[in-house]
Each structure stands twice: as C-alpha cells, then as structure tokens.
C-alpha cells in the first residue's frame, strides 16, 4: 500500500482558472515538503511545513499541512503556463529516522 | 554553474552494455543520493551517501553499483541492465542525510534519461 495518495495524477486546465491538488494518508508527519519537477528537469523544492493547520503562501501558490498532520494541499490561483510540471509531495514520518518518502505527483497541464 | 549536475543526460544501451552515470555537486553538501522515476511510480530512492560512506541501500540489484569517491561526486555504474531498468535516474544532494533533520533540502540534478534496448 502506498504511503501517501496525490490527487488528482494528471490535471490539464486553461491558463487563468483555479486549481487545488491533493497529497494523503493515514499516517501522521513530521514534516511534509512539495516539489515542483517541470520537463526535463529535476524536481525543485517549493516549500515545506512542519506545524499542524499550517498555511504557507508563494505568490500564487498557497499550501496547506492539515491539523492533524496527515494530509496537505496545494491551491493555485490563476494558473499560467509556467505552473506546468509534476507536482510532488515528500514528507518524514514520524520518528525521524525513516527516509523522505514521494507520492507519485499530480501532473498539471496549464493551456495558453 | 547549475548546483547539481548530471551526464550523461540521455543514455542507450544494450543489455550486455557497462555505462556509468556521473553526479556532481557544487553546493558544499555532506550527503548525496541515487533515485529512479519510472512512470506511474513514486520516486525511489536507492542509495544515500553521507561523507562518501553509503548509509543507506535499498535492496537494489547488484547490477546498479554506486561510487562515491569524494562528497562532490557520485557516480553510478551499470552493468548487465534489463528493458525494465529504463527510466529517468536523478542524483541529488542535501546539507545532511535529510531524514536526520527532518526538513532539508534536497537538491536534484536534471536526471540521466536509460533506456535499456
């Protein structure tokens, strides 16, 4: 079983719409990160969030650590081209001692 | 200079080829790692270095063979490669083992793109 659950796996939008995407699961974090990998490049780190109920804003990007530290979201507003790529989540379970761990991303396709 | 740098970027070879995959990083970190992105599966990690010493290897088959020779280098040495080892190999780095502090940083190369015919 996996992890951690990141939904939706593919998203295509028009430029200029709203968008939420999703990354879940039953177990409780230390810590979760977000990574933005677009084509043909490595993943980049977006942000990361440690304390439960936590919101955390990049320009457009607004992320979320639910309360009890199990879930996340990433809401962006007005979405442009440059936002298309894979969207990956990562988090440290709890203990510490464990390697960060990926979900499987959420692909977005933003249209001109 | 990009902070992590991967070669080949793109890589074709046979199963009876040997090739290796170089990593280098310009950003002072103590700890580097080999992942695998295939399609439709999370990243996986398969091997971590702290301070040239493998910390972690996680069950690989032997056929993928790590070297670190210094903490700014790592390298990935393959031999005997099957179809189903194609898939786009991503080094990073971090200022320690990120599990250890929990909220580091991991910085990616651009990836070393296998395919395996």
């Known amino acids: 079983t996996q992890l951690l659950e990141q939904s939706p796996q593919f998203l295509s939008i028009q430029e200029g719409e709203n968008l939420t995407v999703y990354c879940n699961s039953s177990s409780v974090f230390s810590s979760l990160q977000w990574y933005r990998q677009e084509p043909g490049e490595g993943p980049v780190l977006l942000v990361t969030v440690v304390t439960g109920g936590e919101v955390k804003k990049l320009k457009r990007l607004t992320f979320q650590f639910g309360d009890a530290r199990k879930d996340s979201s990433l809401h962006i507003t007005a979405a442009q081209p440059g936002d298309t790529g894979l969207y990956l989540c990562a988090v440290t379970p709890l203990g510490g001692s464990e390697k960060l761990v990926f979900g499987k991303g959420t692909k977005l396709t933003v249209n001109p | 200079e990009t902070g992590v740098t991967q070669t080949p970027r793109h890589l074709v070879m046979g199963m009876t080829n040997k090739k290796s995959l170089k990593c280098e990083q310009h950003?002072?970190?103590?700890?580097m790692y080999w992942y695998k992105q295939s399609a439709k599966k999370p990243l996986e990690l398969m091997f971590v270095?702290?301070?040239?010493?493998?910390?972690e290897n996680n069950s690989v088959p032997s056929r993928f063979s790590p070297e670190c020779p210094n903490s700014s280098h790592l390298f990935l040495h393959l031999h005997t490669l099957q179809p189903e080892d194609s898939a786009l190999y991503l080094c990073?780095?971090?200022?320690?083992?990120?599990?250890?502090?929990?909220?580091?940083?991991?910085?990616f190369g651009e990836g070393s793109r296998l395919t395996v015919l």
């Open positions: 950003l002072g970190h103590n700890a």
């Open positions: 990073a780095s971090s200022q320690e083992v990120v599990a250890v502090i929990n909220t580091g940083e991991l910085f």
């Open positions: 270095y702290s301070l040239e010493e493998r910390v």
